[in-house]
């Protein structure tokens, strides 16, 4: 399935993905019309498929952005907040663990409501520059990080970071080795809140882009009453979630 929807440009990989199914949302499309993946992307940046951005780090490939985006969309654009009609007043909040080559948050930068942000947290800080650098080649993402609508930090993602929770989506961009970092992230996840988040629970059983790695991606729902609930889904195979290494 990876493969199919290659291009030879960004918005033909983005038809492509369309055409096949993967991604559904108009919304989702035009952001990522407006963000040119290969900003983000040294080598063949519309290909399907991951690419090594350096550091030990990858850009996932555009169907698993695609598949993550689509399961916290209505929670990043503020749709799900107005149907349960809470916390008015604070702007939605969204981070990204493990943000990479900074590709999703511009794409997130582009779905967010008026007052909306999302917070990059990478532990490498030559990624952190990276994802910066990366977000200032448009003028459109530039924009975003000088009003602060995007941001970018250093720090453990595992820790989540706490001055901006509660959340109202929280994307995780490499798995976890197991639940302690769910029970954190859970604790920065706003009644209504969705976290998406791969974790490595030692079942290899078979899954689309992996499931030999025994990591399977887990959508974790917090309801309005703060119950939580959380959904088993696709079997995938990204990075883990690590200590820091230096870097010279
Ligand atoms: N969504 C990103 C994925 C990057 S790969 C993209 O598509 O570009 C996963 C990232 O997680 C790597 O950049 C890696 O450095 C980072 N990472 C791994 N362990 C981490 C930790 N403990 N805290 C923060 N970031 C971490």
Redesign the pocket.
Known sequence: MSWRSTGHTNSELINNLSRNGLLTSRALAAAMLATDRAH??PHAPYADA?QR?G??????APH??VY?LEALLPYITGERRGKVGEKEGRGVRVL?????????LAVIGHLLPPGGKVIG????PQ?TSL?TSNLRRSPATAAMLSDGRIQAVT?????GYAPEAPYDAI?V??AADGWGVVDTLVNQLGRGGRLFIPVCDGDGGEGEGGGTAGQWVWEVDKDEEGKVTKKKSHGVM???????KEFS
């Open positions: 983000f992307c991951p951005i550091y030990d780090a990858t850009i996932s698993m952005h993550a990204d663990v493990g943000c990479g080559s900074g590709y999703l947290i990478e532990h490498i990624l994802a720090a453990d993602g595992r820790q994307h961009g490499a990204y990075v883990p979630l690590t200590d820091r």
